[in-house]
């Protein structure tokens, strides 16, 4: 009996498993719209939302617990500066499950998987930040310049 089991095997080992939802929720956070087939596309929803959800709290322990999960610092960061202002007025469905047919190869129902909300205009990087802030080369004075 499988009560109170949440999640899906999909005939993985539980380490393979783990390994490919964190790699898949990496990259929806990284390009915010991912392929993949129907059943993994669910599952994933949980992961994400779940992620949003601590992003949104953004806390240290937080940010720990989603670093746990999100192996790219890059990604991280970027989740956890865009999802406050993101999905600020929304407590739920952070991501939405469109079916695009079905794969040539084997006719496995296929889905994209996409964060809904309108990405805000934040720098993606701290050198962007840098840049902007660095000061303009000051002209040579006149002492310097009779030399």
Do not use: C
Not at 97 to 120: H, N, Y
């Amino acid at each position: 009996m499988r009560h109170k089991k949440s999640g899906i095997k999909l005939n993985r080992t539980s380490s393979h498993r783990k390994a490919m939802f964190r790699n898949m929720v990496t990259s929806l956070f990284k390009y915010d719209r991912i392929r993949t087939t129907d059943v993994k596309a669910k599952e994933l929803r949980r992961w994400a939302d779940h992620l949003v959800t601590l992003a949104k709290r953004g806390d240290l322990h937080a940010m720990r617990q989603a670093a746990a999960i999100i192996r790219e610092r890059d990604v991280l960061r970027k989740l956890f500066r865009q999802a406050p202002i993101r999905f600020a007025e929304v407590s739920g469905g952070y991501t939405r499950i469109t079916k695009i047919g079905f794969r040539p190869g084997d006719a496995a129902p296929i889905s994209v998987v996409e964060l809904t909300g309108e990405a805000p205009t934040i720098p993606d990087s701290e050198k962007e930040e840098k840049k902007d802030k660095k000061p303009a080369a000051e002209p040579a004075s006149a002492e310097q310049q009779e030399s």
